[in-house]
């Protein structure tokens, strides 16, 4: 954080930088960058918020973003015709000097005591008319790029969108515009990394933008989970004395007969319906993917998004490779397989670890309508992942799970659905969590975990709606289908 005494001198250098920007490298993204750099950059204390009137700093944001859309955009954005389109991306120099001059002048307009709030509620207001205007075009300049590695410091957009036409007659819940925050740093469609980010590698894709367009109806979204395995005698599970103790679980122990189910759960979920399918943690090996692709591509129907964990063999010293797998289906063009990070973190059931490889990556998939990422379970209780993720605007969480207990994953992916408004689908398997070895039958209470699990944006609780199978029955339901317009759910058992 710069010292108060030097606050002015780089803001007076922020402007003189954005006012002396070469014409062709003064896109707005650019101007707003350094200006929410420059927030991000002084920062706020305790001291600065103490005190102040009712409605602020977000009142005299507003002033500021309202006056300087005047001085900034002197036409209203709707009478731009498509031939000035060049003004929603590039600031003229005469843009960039009327920024310089109505920012210095605000210096003494804006009645905040702090010298760095004052400053960074100016740097913030100008970024917001921009936004405003502008923020429509900042992800053509991020789609162009393919791929955003987001490190601390670095600028990236934020996802945004409306609900309700996923909800039908449901009243959504609060806008993550209103809700609390003392992070100035970011406009509605843009926001500058913290050191939050550095544990972690967060990747932004938009290489999959028109095919997860698809992914829903104009007037619903339909989500399925699909259970194939029984209990946990059906995987390849080896015990490693270690120190530590851990599991290697090597994937369901007959592929072919794997493939067949997941084939059928698939053809099933698609003949419901279905947009999307998530199955759980380790449902299906490495070596029977090839098989299991051939076997979607027979299907007369099938979701759009088919979402797996794979067993993916192991590495160099023998830890297991735990991953998941997308399929993205567009009629009339090959499907997408896209293989997704490695779990970040290793479970632990009893006295036993997971024996696996962990990863560092945590991927979004960017469209126009969603930001899609896969956490596979364990990661999905990882709330700084949770929060990083809310900060990007992801609002399709899916996780694929094998766990003992299912509520305290629950309850921390529902933050999804406060903080983007977004929507989680989890598949928690086995149905029944016993084997015939008594290491791992630990914590087996059914009680303790649902198979299937829906969240989304409601207004009214509850925002997470569990499903389990009822597992003393004779015939295991094995099938969720989940419609998140009117909220309604049915099971089906398709081959247990």
């Known amino acids: ?93 005469s843009q960039r000097e009327a920024l310089r001059a109505f920012a210095i002048a605000q210096v003494a307009e804006v ?64 806008q993550p515009s209103r809700l609390p925050t003392r992070d100035l740093a970011a406009t509605t469609y843009l926001r500058i990394a913290s050191n939050a980010v550095r544990p972690y590698n967060y990747v932004l894709d938009f290489d999959y933008w028109f095919r997860l367009n698809l992914l829903g109806e104009p007037n619903g979204l339909i989500a399925a989970v699909g259970q194939p395995n029984k209990d946990l005698d059906e995987f390849n599970i080896e015990i490693h004395p270690g120190p530590p103790r851990s599991y ?93 990070p490695r779990k970040l973190a290793p479970a632990r059931e009893g006295e ?16 126009d309508r969603w930001a899609v990422t896969v956490l596979i379970c364990f990661d999905a209780m990882n709330d700084s992942v949770i929060d990083q993720l809310a900060l990007f605007g992801t609002n399709l969480l899916l996780v694929p799970a094998l766990s003992a207990k299912s509520a305290t994953m629950l309850d921390a992916t529902s933050a999804i659905c406060h903080r983007t408004q977004g929507f989680v689908v989890t598949a928690t398997g086995p149905l029944r969590w016993r084997s015939t070895n ?25 925002t997470t709606v569990p499903l389990s199978a009822d597992i003393g029955a004779d015939t295991l339901t094995d099938l969720w289908i989940f419609a998140f317009a009117d909220r309604s759910h049915r099971g089906s058992n398709v081959n247990i």
């Open 352 to 367: 036993l670890y997971e024996h696996i490889a962990t990863g560092s990556e945590v991927r979004v998939f960017w469209s």
């Open 438 to 462: 008594p290491e791992l039958s630990i914590n087996g209470d059914p009680a303790l975990r649902c198979h299937a699990a829906f969240a989304g944006p409601y207004g009214v609780s509850p």
């Open 111 to 174: 009645s905040i005591p702090s010298g760095s709030l004052r400053l960074a509620i100016i740097a913030r207001g100008i970024a917001d008319a921009i936004d405003a205007v502008a923020g429509e075009t900042f992800i053509s300049w991020y789609r162009n790029i393919g791929e955003l590695h987001v490190t601390t410091g670095s600028a990236y957009p934020v996802h945004r969108h409306d609900p309700r036409r996923w909800l039908g007659g449901h009243p959504p819940n609060t």
């Open 248 to 340: 290697a679980n090597h994937g369901p122990k007959n592929g072919s007969e794997q493939v067949e189910i997941l084939g059928a759960l698939s053809s099933e979920a698609g003949q419901a319906g279905a947009h999307l399918l998530v199955m759980p943690e380790y449902a299906l090996p490495e070596s029977s993917l090839q098989r299991f692709i051939h076997t979607l591509n027979l299907l007369e129907k099938r979701p759009t998004l088919v979402v797996s964990g794979i067993s993916a063999g192991t590495d160099d010293v023998g830890l297991v490779v735990n991953e998941a797998i997308m399929v993205i289906h567009t009629s009339g063009m090959q499907d997408r397989i896209v293989t997704l």
């Open 1 to 93: 954080m710069l010292q108060a005494t030097t606050h002015e001198t780089a803001f007076r250098q922020m402007l003189e930088d954005v006012a002396s920007m070469d014409d062709l490298n003064a896109s707005w993204l650019s101007v707003a960058t350094k200006l929410l750099t420059f927030v991000a950059t002084i920062g706020t204390n305790e001291a600065d918020w103490q005190a102040l009137p009712i409605g602020e700093p977000l009142d005299s944001i507003g002033t500021v973003q309202a006056q300087a859309g005047n001085a900034l955009f002197p036409r209203e954005r709707e009478t731009l015709s498509a031939e000035d389109d060049y003004l929603l991306s590039f600031a003229s120099r």
